[in-house]
């Protein structure tokens, strides 16, 4: 099973990119982040007709997730923990393949600048509304695959240079202790369990030529269960994605089970 997380930014005006994806590269499931538009806005009738099932949670103008899926899908909208939060950031689904079940989220973690605001004290209840989420489903004992975009950025090695992020909400040590709060938990960060490279980035800003000059960030991850590591086979990012034309500034980060 091929199972992809991307940030699109905005999945209206790069329908086509997500189109040419699907055909490309196939996966058996792609989640999906910041959309960018209401449900009803979604390129529903394309994505059908390539043979997926979509389940969306949109929200107008900013955020918005969404998990494709070649096989049937059984779907939770939001996260637990806050009524009053309308943010369209998380999108859960039980999906079915011939080994059982599998249980796929696709988040859209705040970004959180800047830190002196309340911004950041969002960011990190939301983490903590996520690290109980991912603790009751590790209850369930079965395969989970949390995907999608942190906005973390966990280690040194995962920026091209750490002293420019350094009072960065990304890359704060309290947000950089809430994810590991959530990996100890007993979830396998995928890429970082098949790789100790760095300059692996999945994010390479618009401004300051960052692509051309590789000045990139690793904050797009795959975190799996006990039981969903066990069928890792390995992880790969989809790096060219962003020499394209009018591209997100995120790319796609696939990953195989067993």
């Not at 996520?130 to 989970?144: D, T």
Request: glycine content about 6%; hydrophobic content about 40%.
């Amino acid at each position: 099973m091929q199972i992809v997380t991307w940030n699109v930014n905005s999945v209206r005006q790069r329908s086509e990119h997500l189109l040419r994806y699907l055909r490309d590269v196939n996966p058996d499931v792609l989640c999906l982040q910041e959309l960018k538009c209401v449900d009803a806005a979604f390129p529903l009738i394309e994505v059908e007709g390539l043979g997926y099932n979509a389940a969306v949670h949109g929200q107008k103008g900013l955020n918005g997730v969404a998990i494709l899926s070649k096989m049937p899908l059984e779907v939770t909208r939001g996260l637990d923990g806050d009524a009053s939060d309308a943010h369209a950031r998380y999108i859960e689904a039980v999906i079915s393949d011939a080994t059982g079940i599998i249980r796929v989220a696709s988040l859209y973690l705040p970004n959180g600048n800047p830190p002196d605001s309340d911004k950041y004290r969002y960011k990190l209840a939301w983490m903590d509304r996520l690290i109980a989420r991912a603790r009751y489903l590790l209850g369930l004992e079965e395969p989970v695959v949390l995907a999608g975009d942190y906005n973390v950025i966990p280690e040194p090695r995962d920026c091209f240079d750490p002293k420019v992020w350094a009072g960065d909400a990304l890359f704060l040590p309290q947000t950089r202790q809430k994810f590991q709060a959530l990996v100890n938990l007993g979830y396998t960060d995928a890429l970082r369990a098949t790789s100790d490279a760095a300059g692996l980035y999945t994010f390479w800003d618009y401004q300051a030529g960052a692509w051309q000059k590789n000045k990139g960030i690793r904050i797009d991850h795959l975190l799996l269960s006990p039981r969903a590591a066990d069928r890792l086979v390995g992880v790969s990012i989809d790096k060219q994605r962003r020499g394209e034309d009018k591209p997100s500034d995120h790319v796609p980060v696939r990953m195989e089970l067993a």
